[in-house]
């Protein structure tokens, strides 16, 4: 069982910028966000694999940046020119294949994400 801690959430006005930290208890292939907002399913918001591949949902890019220190199994999701509609609370999810699934894999306790003036 792989145990993932994450923190960096919290309340942001629109423009601003939050970064999310995931460590996870063992090296893992795939890691990466999903979120969830109220009243909607949990979506992919971004991947990344041991060797750097990526993948990022359509609403997030050019926005959010996924990178990852393998030497401290930890993931990171900057988050730039953050949106009102990008309030939801983010997950990290760790899984041994590519790409990530919300149907499988482990995941952290989820952080709340605000943005609002």
């Known amino acids: 069982q792989v145990q993932l801690v994450e923190s960096g959430g919290g309340l942001v006005q629109p423009g601003g910028s939050l970064r999310l930290s995931c460590v996870a208890s063992?090296?893992?292939?795939?890691m990466g966000w999903f979120r969830q907002a109220p009243g909607k399913q949990r979506e992919l918001v971004a991947g990344?694999?041991?060797?750097?591949?990526?993948d990022y949902a359509d609403s997030v890019k050019g926005r959010f940046t996924i990178s990852r220190d393998n030497t401290k199994n930890t993931v990171y999701l900057q988050m730039n020119s953050l949106k009102p509609e990008d309030t939801a609370v983010y997950y990290c999810?760790?899984?041994?294949?590519?790409?990530?699934?919300?149907?499988?894999?482990?995941w952290g306790q989820g952080t709340q994400v605000t943005v609002s003036s």
């Open positions: 999810n760790a899984r041994r294949l590519w790409p990530l699934s919300d149907r499988t894999g482990f």
């Open positions: 990344i694999t041991t060797g750097g591949s990526t």
């Open positions: 063992e090296r893992i292939y795939a």
